[in-house]
């Protein structure tokens, strides 16, 4: 009794939080630096928009290495987040290809424009100022150095820097030789870096005379980060510490590798998506996962009786608790994931009948009610088990397959279907365990067999 108090408890809190999750409208989460929005993100056949398929621009003889496309990828990544679209999605395609889609976005030359920016990086001057990661700036590069900087004067008396700053640039990207991710002392991540020569020199003349100011690593005009000048940097390498994860930290490494595209891409192929076929696909498809669920719901109520009513109470959580994990994690919802989400609802179904199936046959075989929960569960724990396992495999090796051959539907499918799998998993042990207890339980033992449909 202890432990099914316990499970109780454990699966109202995590129902609750499944409920406040899927709440429209929900403002999200948000605890110190972590920050989840937890709004419904759908994929590009269902609200429709742009893919675009780029193609390496090498001759077919040329050798590269494959790590540039990789890092390609992540520049692209980058790049594309100034469209504003959170669930844009770059997959790398066989051996020279990268498969890009833009869900919601239909304009093919704004797209087209950001993929190809020029990818400037530079290290600009700005003093005592810090500016916030992401803030667009203009620099001196390309302008007559005498152009006169603009300021705004507040009422004190103070200048201070007018929006339209023009911002001294020290050097550009062009003279960084090497870059990687390392960790101090402390166990904290930073970035080392080496220049060449020409680079040492300049560095080696700037931070002697500006030590304690601020040195920006500006990418396209977008401040990505605000390193201080801890001490003068003589030798022509130097690190850039920060409150870095490894992600953050390689992320950053690679576009100061590549300020520009490590290899030269072209658009082999672009092309708009109507969401019209997807969103009525979508509502067809919910209408017969509704309809389906309904009939399954009654033969279980009506053939099974009281443990049938427990299953479809444990599939509800099921359904709740997935979805919920789906806008958490988050899960781009596209019509294969959506039936990978359904295909999983089936299999934990699955689970309940085997559970009350075994439940009958200990009952007929004479043992109590108590003892029939409990090896009920017990022998069909093997069966389950073993069944999902197998799926979960599978899924792992379509996800492998559709990450390695750019199938973004096959991946969206395999992530949904062992993603539910995994719950069903946790609700055939945690939820139809205890809530079958607890009923068979407040049974008398002249109703069982009335009740659970012998």
Do not use: C
């Amino acid at each position: 009794m202890n432990q099914r108090l316990i499970n109780l408890i454990i699966i109202f809190i995590i129902l609750g939080l499944s409920i406040w999750i899927i709440i429209p409208d929900n403002p999200g989460i948000k605890i110190g630096d972590f920050e989840r929005n937890l709004d419904t993100i759908l994929g590009l056949d269902l609200q429709g928009g742009l893919q675009v398929l780029l193609e390496t621009d090498l001759p077919e003889d040329s050798n590269f290495d494959p790590q540039s496309l990789m890092d390609a990828k992540l520049i692209l990544e980058n790049r594309s987040n100034a469209l504003g679209v959170s669930e844009v999605l770059f997959q790398v395609a066989g051996n020279n290809r990268i498969v890009g889609e833009f869900p919601g976005l239909t304009n093919t030359e704004e797209v087209i424009k950001v993929l190809k920016q020029t990818g400037q990086l530079e290290f600009v001057d700005f003093g005592d100022v810090i500016l916030e990661p992401g803030t667009k700036i203009n620099t001196d590069i390309g302008l007559d150095k005498t152009e006169t900087t603009p300021v705004e004067t507040t009422s004190g008396g103070e200048s201070q820097p007018a929006e339209d700053k023009i911002w001294p640039t020290v050097m550009t990207g062009n003279h960084i030789k090497s870059v990687g991710v390392t960790t101090n002392e402390f166990g904290q991540f930073i970035i080392q870096f080496e220049l060449d020569d020409e680079g040492a020199g300049i560095f080696k003349e700037y931070t002697t005379n500006n030590v304690g100011k601020i040195l920006a690593i500006v990418l396209d005009k977008m401040v990505i980060s605000t390193p201080r000048i801890e001490d003068a940097i003589t030798d022509g390498s130097g690190i850039i510490t920060g409150n870095f994860t490894y992600d953050s930290a390689n992320s950053l490494a690679v576009q100061l590798r590549y300020g520009s595209l490590p290899i030269p891409l072209k658009v082999a192929e672009s092309r708009v998506i109507g969401p019209t076929l997807g969103q009525d696909s979508l509502q067809k498809s919910l209408l017969a996962g509704v309809i389906g669920l309904i009939i399954v719901a009654l033969f279980m109520i009506v053939y099974y009786r009281v443990p049938g009513i427990v299953a479809v109470f444990s599939i509800i959580i099921y359904g709740l608790v997935t979805f919920a994990l789906f806008k958490f994690i988050p899960v781009t919802m596209t019509l294969p994931a959506i039936a990978g989400f359904l295909l999983s609802t089936g299999g934990a179904l699955d689970a309940n009948i085997l559970i009350i199936e075994r439940l009958k046959e200990e009952l007929r075989s004479g043992k109590s009610v108590k003892n029939s929960v409990f090896l009920g569960w017990k022998r069909a724990w093997p069966s389950i088990r073993d069944s999902n396992a197998a799926t979960i495999i599978t899924s792992a090796i379509l996800f492998w397959f559709a990450s390695a051959y750019g199938a973004s539907i096959v991946k969206g499918f395999a992530v949904t279907l062992a993603i539910g799998v995994i719950i069903s998993l946790l609700s055939a042990t945690l939820v139809s365990r205890t809530f079958l207890g607890i009923v068979m339980d407040w049974i008398k033992p002249s109703d069982v067999d009335k009740m659970v449909g012998l």
